[in-house]
């Protein structure tokens, strides 16, 4: 008898664990873009209370970049749709610039006019050195 109460216990413990577990919003799959960055708090706090004015969460971050003290404006998009940037670059004045990407150059440069060498370097072979 004990042994079956043992038993029904280990299941109930080992069923216990298989709730389904709770995924905040920061865990889903999302783009954050940065839709501005300032030097005043005010003009920060400014931009966060006009995009949660036109549906969007945002937030203010801070960062120090060579010496310079910035208050950068964030929003995290979960769900994109077609004129999501369109919108953000509305209301912010700005094109928004999507973290964690480096922003594209307007004028591109071929290997060749930038002095650079077509093709990289071969590597010296490990018998070589």
Excluded at 62 to 84: C, E, H, M, R, S
Aim: aromatic share 6%; with cysteine; charged share 20%.
């Amino acid at each position: 008898m004990l042994c079956r109460a043992l038993i029904l216990l280990s299941l109930l413990l080992a069923l216990s664990g298989c709730a389904e577990e709770t995924v905040y919003d920061w865990q889903r799959p999302h783009d954050t873009y940065q839709v501005g960055s300032f030097s005043k708090a005010q003009n920060a706090d400014a931009l966060k209370a006009k995009l949660i004015q036109n549906g969007f969460e945002s937030r203010v971050e801070t960062d120090i970049k060579n010496g310079q003290f910035t208050l950068n404006v964030l929003v995290d998009v979960y769900d994109a749709k077609p004129d999501t940037l369109s919108r953000l670059e509305q209301i912010a004045g700005v094109r928004p610039l999507l973290r964690g990407k480096t922003p594209t150059r307007t004028t591109s440069k071929t290997p060749a006019a930038s002095g650079a060498p077509a093709t990289p370097p071969a590597a010296i072979p490990a018998s070589g050195i």
